[in-house]
Antibody
C-alpha cells in the first residue's frame, strides 16, 4: 500500500524551530518529486515547498530563507526544517507525492499539526 | 502567482441531483506545446487529507467514480458530480500546476439539501 506518514508537529513559541518528517512506503521514493502543503484551521490549501528527484528545491515566498526541504532517499524520508516560526505558520502540514514530475499531488499523508504560539 | 477563484463558495444539492463547481484562473493554464491544461481537482472530507480526483482538467484518477467529471480549458474549468451521493459531502479544490508556485482555489463546500 502506498503510504505517507508525517511526524514532528508540535507547539512551538514564535521564533522557534521545528523539523517535520515524512516517511514513505509502498513505492520507489527516489523516483518522485515530493511536496509539503499546509492548511490553517478552517482555511484552504497552501503549497509550501517542493523537492524534485534531482534535489532541486522550491519554496513559497513567505517561507523562503526560513524553511528548508530535504530528502533522504535511502531512508524513504522527506523533511521540512522550519526556523524563525511565526504565528502565520500555524497549520496542518501535509506531505504529498508529486505525479510524474508535474506539480499535482496524487498521494497525501494524514498531516502533522504545527502550532506557533506563546 | 496565478490566482484560482472558485464559485460558488458553497452549494447544497439534493441526493441524486447534479452539482457543478466552477474554477477560474487569472491566466491560462493551457500549455500550447502539448495542448494540456495544467489543472487538478481534489476532494477533502472533514478530518481527512485531500484526495486527487481529476488531473489534466478531465482525467479521472484511478478509483474515482465516474459520476465525477472535469471539463474546461484555458482559464475556465468545471467539476461536475452528476448524481450527488451522501459520501460526496466534502470541500472541493481546484489547483493549477502550470507554474510555480502551484496554487489552489479557496474551496467549494458541497452539502446535501
Amino acid at each position: 500500500e502506498v503510504q505517507l506518514v508525517e511526524s514532528g508537529g508540535d507547539l512551538v513559541q514564535p521564533g522557534g524551530s521545528l523539523r517535520l518528517s515524512c516517511t514513505a512506503s509502498g513505492f520507489t521514493f527516489s523516483n518522485y518529486d515530493m511536496h509539503w502543503v499546509r492548511q490553517a484551521a478552517g482555511k484552504g490549501l497552501e503549497w509550501v515547498s517542493t523537492i524534485n528527484v534531482a534535489g532541486d528545491t522550491y519554496y513559497r515566498g513567505s517561507v523562503k530563507g526560513r524553511f528548508t526541504i530535504s530528502r533522504e532517499n535511502a531512508k524513504n524520508s522527506l523533511f521540512l526544517q522550519m526556523n524563525s516560526l511565526r504565528a502565520g505558520d500555524t497549520a496542518v502540514y501535509y506531505c504529498a507525492r508529486g505525479s510524474s514530475s508535474y506539480y499535482y499531488m496524487d498521494v497525501w499523508g494524514k498531516g502533522t499539526t504545527v502550532i506557533v504560539s506563546s | 502567482d496565478i490566482v484560482m477563484t472558485q464559485s460558488p463558495d458553497s452549494l447544497a444539492v439534493s441526493l441524486g441531483e447534479r452539482a457543478t463547481i466552477n474554477c477560474k484562473s487569472s491566466q491560462t493554464v493551457l500549455y500550447s506545446s502539448n495542448n494540456k491544461n495544467y489543472l487538478a481537482w481534489y476532494q477533502q472530507k472533514p478530518g481527512q487529507p485531500p484526495k486527487l480526483l481529476i488531473y489534466w482538467a478531465s482525467i479521472r484518477q484511478s478509483g474515482v467514480p465516474d459520476r465525477f467529471s472535469g471539463s474546461g480549458s484555458g482559464t475556465d474549468f468545471t467539476l461536475t458530480i452528476s448524481s450527488l451521493q451522501a459520501e460526496d459531502v466534502a470541500v472541493y479544490y481546484c489547483q493549477q500546476y502550470y507554474t510555480i508556485p502551484p496554487t489552489f482555489g479557496q474551496g467549494t463546500e458541497v452539502d446535501i439539501k
